[in-house]
T-cell receptor, first 114, second 116 residues
Framework: KQEVTQIPAALSVPEGENLVLNCSFT??????LQWFRQDPGKGLTSLLL?????REQTSGRLNASLDKSSGRSTLYIAASQPGDSATYLC?????????????FGKGTKLSVKP | GAGVSQSPSNKVTEKGKDVELRCDPI?????LYWYRQSLGQGLEFLIY????????KSGLPSDRFSAERTGGSVSTLTIQRTQQEDSAVYLC??????????????FGEGSRLTVL
């Protein structure tokens, strides 16, 4: 059974720091992995999607990597800003089973202090 | 539309009442998903629609929950005889199928349900 874990559950950093969020999954048979951010009381906003054949994706100050063989993905945020404060979730779309049943981690709550 | 639209954004109801939650996906997206997010919990899969295929209902927690998708577009999630444990944020998402384009999911803002 696929399980997705995000460590740490919460992270507080001063503004300007570079930081890495971690996501691990137990089964490497995935179509893709997607990173989201969620602001309090809001829905999820897609940040980056990495297909299983890809190693990384970049968007602005964000870079996501994928190592399927080790079951890990990282989200790197450069020069963090207070506006980056949110909960970051990763989700994998597994092969087989229901194509709709993406497996989500519980998220890392990031706080960037001015 | 420009994004996934959900209504109502907030719904307060009394235990035992029925509620309907609506989702209008991004135009052209054939896949539609419902998830539930309870306080302090992760996202829980409920149901998945893909085109004209039979929906995957494997995540529905009980027979009080049902969903339909009319004309391959708008979806309605219905909860009958609501219970306090149904209180949660119900999130809808849409995408192209995973085998086409990227399969990237786009979520709505959610419907917050409170059962008193």
């Amino acid at each position: 059974k696929q399980e997705v874990t995000q460590i740490p559950a919460a992270l507080s950093v001063p503004e300007g720091e570079n930081l890495v969020l971690n996501c691990s999954f137990t089964d490497s048979a995935i179509y893709n992995l997607q990173w989201f951010r969620q602001d309090p009381g809001k829905g999820l906003t897609s940040l980056l999607l990495i297909q299983s054949s890809q190693r990384e994706q970049t968007s602005g100050r964000l870079n996501a990597s994928l190592d399927k063989s080790s079951g890990r993905s990282t989200l790197y945020i450069a020069a963090s800003q207070p506006g980056d404060s949110a909960t970051y979730l990763c989700a994998v779309r597994p092969y087989g089973g229901s194509q709709g049943n993406l497996i989500f981690g519980k998220g890392t709550k990031l706080s960037v202090k001015p | 539309g420009a994004g996934v639209s959900q209504s109502p954004s907030n719904k307060v109801t009394e235990k035992g009442k029925d509620v309907e939650l609506r989702c209008d996906p991004i135009s052209g997206h054939t896949a539609l998903y419902w998830y539930r997010q309870s306080l302090g919990q992760g996202l829980e899969f409920l149901i998945y629609f893909q085109g004209n295929s039979a929906p995957d209902k494997s995540g529905l927690p009980s027979d009080r929950f049902s969903a339909e998708r009319t004309g391959g577009s708008v979806s309605t999630l219905t909860i009958q005889r609501t219970q306090q444990e149904d209180s949660a944020v119900y999130l809808c998402a849409s995408s192209f199928p995973s085998g086409q384009k990227t399969g990237e999911l786009f979520f709505g803002e959610g419907s917050r349900l409170t059962v008193l």
